[in-house]
């Protein structure tokens, strides 16, 4: 589908740049974060505040609301649209990344991201994960689990998953691919990547057949297929190749991204120039400051992350100035700092409350620090993205991105 996305400036020095995605329920001015609302809902921010935010799209989660509430009740209710109250352009997971943290990921005691950036628990971990083992088998069909709610068992397949995703309602719905871990050996990782395109040519399937039947609250949905082959450099632009072809609306970027920040920008660089140029492309679970810079440069129109509304309910929360562009709250220099979170900010919280207040608030566990941290670090991003669109727009994206790398450095 060609009225999908379109390109509308590009970086003269990389891969960057800017475009318009444009769904059944509005525009998406590209490059963009997406918000991440597992459980169709971005945790602690009601919808008209993601509207105030400047968030221009979600992305919930089908393994979890197939789980609960189910997916037939959230179709009787209009879909995601209606059963949220957000009227805006949305994606849905196809479950895969939970297949991987179910299952193998835990067999290593890793997730996709916390084993490329160890400690820092930056993007979706395995955290909670841990203590269910084996409740996992995994086929050539699909992939048989026990809900980590009540112990039931469920199926996801190829097929099963798509009329999941169409009674949710999604603009924007993935394909089921199995994610592998940065531990996994060459050799298991082509066979689940074989695995992951004979599962994408059925979803795709299963999809144009389904668009016929009326039973979507969003008849408009497109479908993205997803790239897998590890950090290994043939495997993924075999696997981008194999995609490619099949005609998918667009790409998401998927599975292990390596062990380092270096290899995931690899594989970015291997991935991206088999993509097809026409379409857009979504980086599944990445979301560090300097790491949404990297990715935009290497041609990254989308991407999500939990990270950034999970830290603030931590007390960490984005400033540019600070090692790694990040403050925590909690730390006894901020317990009388009359100053907003970041002076340049114009969130709520930054414009009527000091950090001395908010670390009073984190620090007693009230609960309107959820909704204050978490807005300063959606609106953080928001802006960020902004200003990489305008840069890109002028040519400029370089020197964004050496700007943000000088306050960084320079505050270390
Ligand atoms: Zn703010």
Same mark, same amino acid.
């Given at each position: 589908m060609s009225g999908l996305f379109r390109t509308q400036s590009r970086d003269p020095g990389s891969l960057a740049r800017t475009g318009i995605l444009i769904t059944a329920h509005g525009q998406v001015a590209t490059p963009a974060f997406v918000a991440v609302a597992?459980?169709?809902?971005?945790k602690a921010v009601e919808p008209q505040t993601l509207v105030e935010l400047g968030i221009q799209i979600l992305i919930a989660n089908s393994y979890h609301l197939h789980l609960r509430p189910g997916e037939n009740i959230i179709a009787k209710l209009g879909g995601l649209r209606g059963f949220s109250g957000w009227n805006g352009p949305t994606m849905t997971d196809s479950g895969g990344f939970q297949v991987f943290s179910l299952g193998v990921g835990k067999e290593h005691g890793v997730g996709k991201i916390a084993s490329i950036f160890?400690?820092?628990?930056s993007c979706k971990s395995t955290e909670g994960y841990q203590?269910?083992?084996?409740?996992v088998r995994l086929g050539e069909q699909g992939v048989s689990f026990r809900s980590i709610i009540d112990g039931s068992e469920h199926f996801f397949s190829p097929e099963g998953v798509i009329t999941l995703q169409r009674k949710l309602g999604a603009d924007i719905v993935l394909a089921l691919d199995e994610c592998t871990s940065p531990l996994h050996s060459y050799s298991y990782t082509k066979e689940a990547m074989g695995r992951t395109h004979r599962w994408a040519r059925r979803c795709l399937e299963a999809f144009r057949e389904g668009a016929?039947?009326?039973?979507? =609250?969003? /008849?408009?949905q497109v479908v993205y297929g997803i790239v897998q082959g590890g950090a290994y450099k043939d495997l993924r632009q075999e696997s981008a190749q194999r995609i490619e072809e099949m005609g998918f609306d667009g790409f998401a970027i998927g599975g292990s991204l390596g062990r380092s920040k270096e290899e995931m920008h690899l594989v970015l660089d291997w991935t991206i120039?088999?993509?097809?140029?026409e379409k857009p492309r979504h980086l599944l679970g990445i979301g560090e400051i300097d790491d949404i810079l990297a990715a935009v440069r290497r041609g990254v129109d989308t991407f999500d992350c939990a990270a950034s509304t999970r830290i603030a309910r931590n007390g960490t929360v984005f400033v540019k100035d600070a090692p790694r562009h990040r403050i925590n709250?909690?730390?006894?220099?901020?317990?009388?700092? =009359?100053? /907003?979170?970041?002076?340049?900010c114009d969130c709520f919280a930054c414009r009527h409350h000091s950090r001395a207040y908010l670390s009073h608030l984190c620090r007693s566990g009230e609960l309107s620090f959820y909704r204050l941290a978490s807005m300063h670090n959606l609106r953080f991003i928001v802006r960020l993205m902004r200003d990489i669109r305008a840069a890109i727009t002028v040519g400029r994206f370089s020197e964004l991105e050496q700007e943000w790398q000088a306050e960084r450095d320079g505050s270390a």
């Amino acid at each position: 589908m060609s009225g999908l996305f379109r390109t509308q400036s590009r970086d003269p020095g990389s891969l960057a740049r800017t475009g318009i995605l444009i769904t059944a329920h509005g525009q998406v001015a590209t490059p963009a974060f997406v918000a991440v609302a597992t459980q169709a809902t971005v945790k602690a921010v009601e919808p008209q505040t993601l509207v105030e935010l400047g968030i221009q799209i979600l992305i919930a989660n089908s393994y979890h609301l197939h789980l609960r509430p189910g997916e037939n009740i959230i179709a009787k209710l209009g879909g995601l649209r209606g059963f949220s109250g957000w009227n805006g352009p949305t994606m849905t997971d196809s479950g895969g990344f939970q297949v991987f943290s179910l299952g193998v990921g835990k067999e290593h005691g890793v997730g996709k991201i916390a084993s490329i950036f160890p400690g820092d628990g930056s993007c979706k971990s395995t955290e909670g994960y841990q203590r269910r083992k084996s409740l996992v088998r995994l086929g050539e069909q699909g992939v048989s689990f026990r809900s980590i709610i009540d112990g039931s068992e469920h199926f996801f397949s190829p097929e099963g998953v798509i009329t999941l995703q169409r009674k949710l309602g999604a603009d924007i719905v993935l394909a089921l691919d199995e994610c592998t871990s940065p531990l996994h050996s060459y050799s298991y990782t082509k066979e689940a990547m074989g695995r992951t395109h004979r599962w994408a040519r059925r979803c795709l399937e299963a999809f144009r057949e389904g668009a016929k039947d009326g039973m979507s =609250p969003n /008849p408009e949905q497109v479908v993205y297929g997803i790239v897998q082959g590890g950090a290994y450099k043939d495997l993924r632009q075999e696997s981008a190749q194999r995609i490619e072809e099949m005609g998918f609306d667009g790409f998401a970027i998927g599975g292990s991204l390596g062990r380092s920040k270096e290899e995931m920008h690899l594989v970015l660089d291997w991935t991206i120039p088999y993509l097809g140029l026409e379409k857009p492309r979504h980086l599944l679970g990445i979301g560090e400051i300097d790491d949404i810079l990297a990715a935009v440069r290497r041609g990254v129109d989308t991407f999500d992350c939990a990270a950034s509304t999970r830290i603030a309910r931590n007390g960490t929360v984005f400033v540019k100035d600070a090692p790694r562009h990040r403050i925590n709250l909690r730390n006894a220099r901020f317990r009388s700092d =009359p100053h /907003p979170i970041d002076n340049d900010c114009d969130c709520f919280a930054c414009r009527h409350h000091s950090r001395a207040y908010l670390s009073h608030l984190c620090r007693s566990g009230e609960l309107s620090f959820y909704r204050l941290a978490s807005m300063h670090n959606l609106r953080f991003i928001v802006r960020l993205m902004r200003d990489i669109r305008a840069a890109i727009t002028v040519g400029r994206f370089s020197e964004l991105e050496q700007e943000w790398q000088a306050e960084r450095d320079g505050s270390a």
